[in-house]
C-alpha cells in the first residue's frame, strides 16, 4: 500500500462481541498491508510443520481480516489458530512489505483474552501470577526461596521417589526435571546496585535483571554484570525496576504489560545511563518495542521517556561487540579435545532486536575453541515463552528437528541467549540424547567462565 495512505476500518455492525473487539484493537492498517504474498511462509514454523495455509503468518493474517471484515465469526477454531503461533516473529524479516505480524497477534490475544471464560482455577492462577508475582519483587524473592527450599529440603526427591509427579502431564513433569536451582538471592542481594567498570569506563550500563530470570539465573545476572565490567562498562541495578510485561503481552494482559512499562521507564530514566542492557531475548524484544507498548499513552512524558528508553536497549553481546572492549576469552583445560560450541538463535533476539551476529562474534573469539554453526539455528527451538507448556505437541516436533541439527553438529556446548530457550535445549538433550556429551548453557555463563581461563584461572571454575 503507497506510504501515508491509511485504511478506514470498516463500517460493520458485528452481532459477536469478541468480533466487536477484534474489530476495534487489531490494526486495520496492518492487516491490509500483507499483500498475500506468502514470502513469509517457509519462515514459520508451525506452516512448516503442518502444511496448513490456516497454520501460517498469511492465514492467521487472512483470519484476523475475515473476522474484521464480518466475513466469519471468531468461533474457537479461529482463536486456536491464534494460540497455535509461536510469535517467533520469523514471518516479520521474512516481509517485503512490513507487515507488524507480532503486533497483529498480540492484538488479536489481547482481545481474545477479554472475552475468555476460564475456569476458576486458571482465573486464579492467572490473577496471582499476572498482578501478584510477576509484578513484584518481594513475592518473587518469596517463590525463589520457596523453589529453593522445595529443591534443597528433600521434598523434590521425595516428590519424584513417591510417584506423585506421576499426577501431573508428562510435558510438566519433563519441564520440572530440568528446572534450575532457583534462589531469593538476585543479583542485586549478590552484588549492590553498583559495579564498577573494569579499567577506564567506556559508558554507565544499567542491567534489566527480568523476574525470573533473577530467581531461577540469578547466577546468570551476576555474570552479566561482571562480563559487562569486563568489557569496560560501569554497571548499575536499578532497583525500583519490575517484569518487563512479556508474558502478560503473549498472554492477552496488555493493561498489565502497559504498567509494567511504565514502571522501568521511570526506573531506568532515573538512572541516568547510556545503554540497557538485557541477556534474555525474550525480554529484550518487549523492551526495545516499549515506545511503541507506550505510543498511545495519554502522557505525552511517558511517550517520551518510553522512546528515550527503548533507543537504549540491547542484548548484552550487542554491547559487548558494538560499544565495549571484547574481553579476551580463552578455551578451558578440560577442553582440549573436545570443546566445540554451537548456537541456537533465541528467535526474538535475531527476529526483532536484529542480534545474530555478535554472540557469533563472541564465541569465535574464544582462543582455541572451534565453533560450528548449526543447520536452522534460526529456526525456533518450540519454547516460545509457555508454549511448550500450552501447545506441548507442537513443540515437542519442532524440538525434535531441532536436537537432530543439533546431534549434527558433534557440539559440545549448546550455547543460547535467553532462559526459555536454555531449558527448552536442556530438556531437548536430556530427552533425546545426543550419542556424545553435550551441555546446554547461556552464552555469558560460557563467556564468563572463560575470561578465568584466560586468566590462567580455568582449573578452579571445572
Ligand atoms: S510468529 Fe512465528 S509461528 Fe507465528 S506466524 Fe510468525 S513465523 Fe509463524
Ligand atoms: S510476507 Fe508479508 S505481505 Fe507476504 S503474505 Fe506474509 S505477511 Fe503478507
Known amino acids: 500500500m503507497a506510504e501515508g495512505i491509511v485504511m478506514k476500518k470498516p463500517d460493520v455492525h458485528h452481532a459477536n462481541p469478541l468480533a466487536r473487539t477484534l474489530l476495534n484493537k487489531l490494526d486495520y492498517d496492518q492487516l491490509t498491508n500483507c499483500m498475500r504474498c506468502g514470502f513469509c511462509l517457509p519462515a514459520c514454523p508451525t506452516f512448516r510443520e503442518t502444511g496448513l495455509e490456516p497454520e501460517s503468518p498469511r492465514g492467521r493474517i487472512a483470519l484476523m481480516k475475515a473476522v474484521a471484515d464480518g466475513l466469519m465469526d471468531p468461533d474457537q477454531a479461529f482463536q486456536d489458530q491464534m494460540n497455535h503461533c509461536l510469535g517467533c516473529r520469523a514471518c516479520e524479516p521474512a516481509c517485503p512489505a512490513d507487515v507488524k505480524y507480532g503486533q497483529l497477534i498480540e492484538q488479536a490475544r489481547d482481545a481474545i483474552e477479554d472475552h475468555a471464560e476460564h475456569s476458576l482455577p486458571v482465573k486464579g492462577l492467572r490473577k ?24 534443597k529440603s528433600g521434598l523434590q526427591k521425595l516428590a519424584r521417589g513417591t510417584g506423585i509427579m506421576k499426577l501431573f502431564p508428562r510435558h510438566l513433569r519433563e519441564m520440572e526435571a530440568i528446572l534450575p536451582e ?9 552484588l549492590g546496585t553498583f559495579y564498577p ?5 567506556i559508558a554507565r550500563v544499567a542491567l534489566f535483571r527480568g523476574c525470573i530470570m533473577d530467581v531461577m539465573f540469578a547466577g546468570t545476572n551476576v555474570n552479566t554484570v561482571k562480563l559487562l565490567s569486563e ?9 525500583t525496576q519490575v517484569c518487563c ?22 526506573a ?28 498511545e499513552d495519554d502522557d505525552p512524558q511517558v511517550r517520551e521517556a518510553a522512546s528515550w528508553f527503548a533507543s537504549r536497549v540491547k542484548d548484552v553481546s550487542q554491547l559487548i561487540v558494538e560499544k565495549g572492549r571484547i574481553p579476551a576469552f580463552a578455551e578451558l583445560a578440560s577442553e582440549a579435545e573436545h570443546g566445540t560450541v554451537t548456537y541456537q538463535d533465541s528467535c526474538h533476539l535475531r527476529n526483532v532486536m536484529k542480534s545474530s551476529s555478535a554472540p557469533r562474534q563472541l564465541m569465535k573469539s574464544v582462543e582455541g575453541v572451534s565453533y560450528v554453526e548449526m543447520k536452522e539455528a534460526d529456526r525456533c527451538c518450540g519454547s516460545a515463552g509457555i508454549y511448550n507448556v500450552t501447545q506441548p505437541e507442537m513443540a515437542g516436533q ?43 548453557m547461556h552464552i555469558v555463563d560460557y563467556l564468563h567462565e572463560r575470561i578465568a581461563a584466560s586468566s590462567g584461572d580455568a582449573s578452579k571454575k571445572r
Not at 137 to 149: F, I, T
Not at 197 to 201: H, L, Q, S, Y
Request: one cysteine or more.
Open 128 to 151: 496471582i501470577m499476572f498482578e501478584g508475582v510477576f509484578p513484584s519483587r518481594s513475592k518473587l524473592k518469596l517463590l525463589g526461596g520457596s523453589m529453593r527450599l522445595y529443591q
Open 182 to 190: 532457583s534462589t531469593s538471592k538476585g543479583v542485586v542481594e549478590q
Open 197 to 201: 567498570a573494569k579499567g577506564e569506563p
Open 231 to 239: 568489557a569496560g562498562f560501569d554497571v548499575v541495578i536499578p532497583e
Open 245 to 266: 510485561g512479556a508474558l502478560h503481552a503473549h498472554s492477552g494482559e496488555m493493561d498489565g504489560a502497559r504498567g509494567l512499562a511504565r514502571t522501568n521507564v521511570a
Open 268 to 295: 531506568f530514566q532515573s538512572a541516568g545511563v547510556d545503554y540497557i542492557a538485557s541477556n534474555a531475548g525474550g525480554c529484550g524484544a518487549l523492551l526495545v518495542e516499549y515506545d511503541h507498548l507506550l505510543g
Open 398 to 440: 519442532i524440538l525434535a528437528h531441532k536436537m537432530a541439527h543439533a546431534a549434527n553438529t558433534q557440539a559440545r556446548y549448546m550455547l543460547t541467549s535467553n532462559p526459555g530457550c536454555l531449558l527448552q535445549m536442556k530438556h531437548g538433550i536430556k530427552k533425546h540424547k545426543p550419542p556424545f556429551k553435550m551441555e546446554a
